[in-house]
Structures are given as C-alpha cells and as structure tokens.
T-cell receptor, first 115, second 114 residues
Framework: DTEVTQTPKHLVMGMTNKKSLKCEQH?????MYWYKQKAKKPPELMFV???????INESVPSRFSPECPNSSLLNLHLHALQPEDSALYLC??????????????FGPGTRLLVL | AQSVTQLDSQVPVFEEAPVELRCNYS??????LFWYVQYPNQGLQLLLK??????LVESINGFEAEFNKSQTSFHLRKPSVHISDTAEYFC????????????FGEGTQLTVNP
C-alpha cells in the first residue's frame, strides 16, 4: 500500500460547526504533515508530527487542532472556522523525519468550504 | 532562510515541443531541491529530487532537472511533452540545517495544447 488516503473528499461547514478531517497511511512512515492550499497557490505547511509527537506548528490558529492517535492516522479537528479558511487541506507522510530532505507522499486532499 | 522563485507562472506549449520550467533559489547553506507535480483535483506527487551527488536528475516519465550551484537554479526540462503533462509544477527547497522545512515556489501551470 503506497498511498495516503483522506476523508472526506469535500466538506461544507458553518462557522459554528465542529468537524474533523482524517488522514491514513500504511507505509510505515514516521512523519505526517498537514498543509493548507488556496487556489492557484503552493501548499502552506501547518503541522508536522514525528513519531506521533507534534514537532512543528507553524503558528496556526487554535481553531485548527491536530491529533495523531497512532502511527498510521492523523486528524485535523476544526472548530469555529472562518470563511477565509476555505481551502484544500492536504495530508502528507514521509519515511524519515527531516522535512527538508524527505520525499513527501501526498493524499488527494479535502476540499473545505466554510460558509 | 531559503526562498524559491519560479520565473513563469504559466507556460503554454504545443504537444511534442520541448519545455523548460525555471526555478531559482536563495540560501546561504547547502540545499535539497525537489520538483512536485499536481494534476487537477489531486495532491502533489514527487517528480524528481536532488539531495547530493550527480547534478543531473531524471524522472521515470522523461523529465530531468540539473542542479546548478553557481546559478542557484534547478530548472526542469522535457524534450517532448504530452497532453497528459498538463499540470501545476512546484519547485521546492529545503536547507541542510536543523529544523528546516520545505519551501515551495509559487508554481508554474504547464498547459500542453494539441
């Protein structure tokens, strides 16, 4: 199994809702990432987990809360989002834990619309 | 901190023509260089990467890139493109320093026309 899966594919939520994005990989990778990508823009790193521990938090607002329940799963909990948070949310994983030099394997993303 | 500049936001070409997508970076230390491709409604996929060794790297689908340290460039080339190469291409750089992350360029939309 050489892929990263993400659910749901699409999500529409109101500003008062609570929802979660899920990401899964079964490649035995030791690092997992969350990125946010706006249309026609590059991905922006949000969080990195190494060996199931949060290693990088790029000053993301607290309305985004990551969780790594085990080595294969990564969640992103969403609460009280703003319309400007609408974007494609990408999950990625890598074998090693050095983000600057690892090949990252990306999932297809969750397209989020906040109304 | 490192930065990446992709000089062309859009590159339209005809099928079977050669193409070059340009990428320049800025860094004061050794770097790792990547090209990722993003097809419509998909995540990113690694196309090729330079970590060390030979400065010319190749992908399995005919793309190649050459690391030029003196010009701080990592341009992507393909001698003959296909319609299926239409996609967004991102150059990315990471530094050989503790805690470094990947920095992505703004992307180049390659459109291959029949």
């Amino acid at each position: 199994d050489t892929e990263v899966t993400q659910t749901p594919k699409h999500l529409v939520m109101g500003m008062t809702n609570k929802k979660s994005l899920k990401c899964e990989q079964h490649m035995g990778h030791r690092a997992m990432y969350w990125y946010k990508q706006k249309a026609k823009k590059p991905p922006e790193l949000m969080f990195v987990y190494s060996y199931e521990k949060l290693s990088i938090n790029e000053s993301v607002p607290s309305r985004f809360s990551p969780e790594c329940p085990n080595s294969s799963l990564l969640n992103l909990h969403l609460h009280a989002l703003q319309p400007e948070d609408s974007a494609l949310y990408l999950c990625a994983s890598s074998q090693g834990t050095l983000p600057a030099q690892e090949t990252q394997y990306f999932g297809p993303g969750t397209r989020l619309l906040v109304l | 901190a490192q930065s990446v500049t992709q000089l062309d936001s859009q590159v339209p070409v005809f099928e079977e023509a050669p193409v070059e997508l340009r990428c320049n970076y800025s860094s004061s230390v050794s770097v790792y260089l990547f090209w990722y491709v993003q097809y419509p409604n998909q995540g990113l996929q690694l196309l090729l990467k330079y970590l060390s060794g030979s400065t010319l790297v190749e992908s399995i689908n005919g793309f190649e890139a050459e690391f030029n340290k003196s010009q701080t460039s990592f341009h992507l080339r393909k001698p003959s493109v296909h319609i299926s190469d239409t996609a967004e291409y991102f150059c990315a750089v990471g530094e050989e320093t503790s805690g470094s992350r990947l920095t992505f360029g703004e992307g180049t939309q390659l459109t291959v026309n029949p």
